[in-house]
């Protein structure tokens, strides 16, 4: 930084948001993005803006920008350093963004040009930006490029953005907009498309910055963990209005809005000092939509667990005097018990030890699209991919099996070799004792109403063209022998289980929420009662609320119907919330499994320890764990020799790891399998 | 095992699903000018024939006569004009465009619904049939179209068979024979563009889902797959036609496909090229109205396409 920069310590707001306004005029309609948004960021300090989709969060940061396409009005101030940005020129606007005001996307990818390299990259902003010569140019990227961490900072320039890491290129996108020394940085979701490990990396850099760079930050997230990690206050948007802006503890310890105790509330959090994991408490109904013109009402009401008379007559506005504002009436009602009582996870205990999914030695290999050497000849061109090895687990009944890992690990491959979409090279599995074939079409009628799935995406997993009773009623018609009326009537009671008004039944799922497609892909997964449903990232896609919503939903058919579930997910919260196992993924491998207890506890595998240390808490008082790995999930092809995570291990003994497949050693209790050199004990401390 | 012959056949395609395409093209420029263009050649087609006010075919001692003037005395007008047997431009005109567009129509939907189902069978399956379908399709789309139809037409008359199919139909064998040359020209090429558009769609986790159900393929194609590929097929479907029309004038052109003296757009230019500078307005009309036709087709294509970069509930 440059000498003369302001003391840390001064307070006057860098950015000062004052009752912010966003209408966009649509064809269909005036949308409020933002009806009143107002929040301060100083010199110093990180802002988390945190909201679910849909409330505005982005709409306020690119307000700040500028960047508002079609036809907009903006109200209020938006006052940087004492000047509001609202009405002002364009050609001073664009002065002050790079110069003073940058920003970094949520996807690295777009962010930089594919066709050029890294270092003329960033030559070309520092070039725009500031006025130096050739040689001190190079010197400062090279510069940024350290201060940002990355490997080799001299020699990164020579790449082109296709050879580095997600996590890598989202470094080269922050020292960009570091570039010209910034008064503010505005940061949306830049973690979000990033696998967790890499992601507490780039947090740590976030949290290392705000104290060398004497900037103002604002980071916009919906994941409130990311937020407690790296925010020093915190503004909370429902429905495109400020709902509370606090310091970061006074909002994770003591929330005074009822919309932020409810979200705290519905994220999975660690078993208690009982033992006892909470059972996460829902908010009922979804957000209040941008389209609708708000009354003269608190918007939150509908869905306000305290909502009095007043709240529909009146709307409140948010408090200006004290130092943790809030739009609540009585805010002093509000307490952790108003989103219910605390309850445990769930109240059955599974003791049926009939297994009802099993697979032995499974194991799936990608064979390379490019055929052979010689074109029809000789050796694989590329020897096939290692995307499951020696897979064995077990689920029994009314159990989950939860499967985590990072992108690239094999969870979902797993899961698709299992119900038949993928292709398994060998290794058996087994429902209900029965061997399986390893294509679905080979399956009988049966066994496939027996073992459904539930994929991630839920618009993706709905026929667009096709009203939401399709899926569900084909798959009653198919499974249960049921005749056109009677699926009818069946998938309407189905829709009401999970939560949905069956009058929905004719829609289209465009005219549905991502939530509610989600319930939908549910209700038929749970057509026909199957015995067993693989969950393929089944919540990752929505918000926390939501989530919280269809986790319940799941466990709730579990007790009902005694279904097994296996359950994948890159979330490790949301995993040790549903699971009764855990089986840990690593480029293919299963690097630890056993009781879900087990696996959290030391000792642990040395993956699982990054995992776990990785996950961001929503806690702001947590400290965070210091175990980090560079780099990302490696391809694993055929002919591999030694441990599968030897090179990203941060415990990595001697040469054992390289050249020695590791052995399967027995943890906490027999069930309890880490693989690793390192012996148990050793793993342990 | 539950048999599957318990679930009731399914409706493929809902009708209205067909037209929107259509309506939505109609809210763009384009569409807005190609759609027009098209029904009126459509309207054309289907009456001009009672329309017209003189016989298409019948000679006359008018001969010559300039557009927008009176032969004799009393008689109607002959608005375009008479050619150098007396023939009534006009006439002849409204007469031809049912036998043009009736090919052209006749002969792309048999193509594009060959194509359709090729190409959507081949992709979904994939591998080596797939593999294979799609060299022999290279191979008929490496054969140019006028050639393919010359082939046909010059080896019609020992096509002894086709004479009975031809008069089930009423029509003759050339005007059969051009159209099964369409279906065949045109084929391979829709087959390549649904089958792509197939290898898109086939990825979607609905798809996934429809095949852990236990779909048949047939179903998964047509239910699943098939509604969301229909922008594609009415784009394609577009093309095709007015790809049909030009090869059905070039025929018509050449002198093949049809019987004279019956009216043909094609013909109708080839047999007044001669006397172009002496009477224009002879050839010139039936070559505006192939024009007009294919650019009709054309911007209707357009706006199909276009329709579809916009979002699908436009305002009204």
Known sequence: MTSDSIDKTDSTPLLEVKNLGVSFFTPRGTVRAVRDASFTVRRGEVVGLVGESGCGKSTVAYSIMGYLPGIVQVDGEILYDGRDLVGIDESELESLRGNRIAMVYQDPQTSLNPTMKIGPQMEEVLKTHLNLGKQEIRAKAIELFESVGLASPDTIGERYPHELSGGMQQRVVIALALACEPDLLIMDEPTTGLD????????????????????????????????????????????????EDAQVRSIFNSPQHPYTA??????????????????????????????????????????????????T???????????????????????????????????FEADDDSVVIQADDLNVRYRSRQGKKYILFGDEAQPPVRAVVDANFKVTKSRTLGIVGESGSGKSTTARALIGLTQKSSGSMRLNGDELETDSTDRTSEQRADLRMVFQNPTASLNPKLPIKHAITRSLKLFGDLDNQAAYDEARALLEAVGLNPDYIERIPSELSGGEQQRVALASAFAANPKAILADEAVSALDVSVQAQVLNLLLRNQQENETSFVFISHDLGVVRYVSDDIMVMYAGHVAEQGPADDVLSSPSHPYTEALLSAAPEPDPDATPSRIRLDGAVPTMRERFTGCFFADRCHRKIDNRCDEVEPPAQAGNSPDHIIRCHIPVDELAT | MIEKASVTPPLFVRIKDIFKPFTNAFKTPAGRIGLPLVILHVLLAVFGSYLAPYSPTDFSDATYVRPFTDATEGSIPHILGTDQFGRDVFSRLLSGARSIILISAI????????????????????????????????????????????????????????????????????????????????APRVARVLRSATLTIKTQEYVDSARLRGESAYYIIFKEILPNALPVLAVEGSVRFSYAILLASSLGFLGLGVEPPSPDWGAMISDSRSILTRAPWVPLAPAAAVASLVVGVNLLTEGIRDAQKLPTELPE
């Open chain 2, 107 to 186: 002969g792309s939907i048999l193509g594009v619904a060959l194509g359709t189902a090729i190409g959507m069978s081949s992709g979904y399956l994939g591998g080596k049939s797939d593999e294979i379908i799609m060299r022999i399709a290279d191979g008929l789309m490496s054969f140019p179209s006028l050639l393919l139809a010359l082939l046909v037409l010059s080896v019609s008359d020992s096509l002894v068979w086709l004479d009975g199919v031809s008069s089930v139909f009423a029509t003759g064998k050339e005007s059969l024979l051009v159209i099964g040359t369409m279906a065949i020209v045109h």
């Open chain 1, 196 to 243: 967790v490990t890499t992601e507490a990396t780039i947090l740590d850099l976030i949290v290392d910055l705000k104290d060398r760079v004497n900037a103002g930050i604002l980071f916009v997230s919906h994941n409130l963990g990311v937020i407690a990690r790296v925010a020093d206050r915190v503004t909370v948007m429902y429905a495109s209005q400020t709902v």
């Open chain 1, 313 to 347: 007559q009146n709307a409140p506005q948010i408090s200006t005097t004290d130092d943790h504002r809030v739009r609540c009436f009585f805010p002093e009602e509000v307490t952790p018990d108003i989103w219910g009582e605390l309850k445990p996870r769930r109240d």
């Open chain 1, 262 to 311: 409810g979200l705290l509330s519905c994220v999975p959090k660690p078993a208690n000092e009982l033992g006892i994991t909470p059972r996460l408490k829902s908010i009922p109904g979804s957000v209040f939509e941008a389209r609708l013109e708000a009354g003269n009402e608190c918007l939150f009401a509908p869905r306000c667990p305290i909502a009095k008379d007043e709240c």
